[in-house]
């Protein structure tokens, strides 16, 4: 069984990390959707949260996907899994030299597993979880960056409310 892993914090998940899992489901028997907890960058949404809004949002995928959170070296949950591929979305020209030092590691970390990058559809490839919550903060319009529930928690969580 082909298992891949698509890491991120997914703070919040965009229509552009959707665009990524929706392909990517395609190409192993099971993905795992590894939610990285990054409490100490401030998130907007708990690891927890993120998790469920995650769960909502990839439950028409069936069981061929699951959201689990993790905290620990990305090559170390990899090996846990027992994952053969990590997928990793690329937007522009500058997500390539970080994304290129991050798998020459990782691969010399573990050389049995590869990452595979997909390239973001044209239509998602300014979306960046960083820019929809500046936006909403401003009161902005999200919708077309993200889901209509994950829209609706991002709106409740900068006006304070729980989102969830």
């Known amino acids: 069984m082909r298992i891949g892993l698509y890491p991120g914090t997914f703070d919040p998940v965009t229509n552009g990390h959707m665009d990524i899992i929706g392909r990517a489901v395609k190409l192993v028997d099971r993905l795992v959707i ?3 907890r ?5 998130p907007l949404f708990t690891t927890d949260e993120r998790v ?3 769960r909502a949002e990839v439950a028409p995928l069936g069981d061929k996907v699951e959201v689990r959170a993790f905290d620990s070296l990305l090559m170390h949950f990899a090996e846990s899994l027992d994952a053969s591929i990590i997928v990793r979305g690329l ?5 390539f030299e970080y994304e290129f030092q991050m798998t020459a590691m990782n691969q010399r970390l573990n050389a049995d597993i590869e990452t595979v990058f997909l390239m973001a559809d044209p239509r998602h490839q300014a979306i ?3 820019l929809v919550k500046e936006i909403a903060r401003f009161d902005g319009a999200i919708d077309s960056f993200v889901s209509p ?3 609706k928690a991002v709106r409740a969580r900068v006006k304070g409310s729980s989102p969830l």
């Open 149 to 151: 529930a994950v829209a």
């Open 128 to 130: 960046a979880s960083r």
């Open 91 to 95: 937007r522009a020209v500058a997500d």
């Open 38 to 42: 990054n409490d100490d960058k401030g």
């Open 34 to 36: 590894g939610v990285a």
């Open 52 to 54: 469920v809004m995650l």
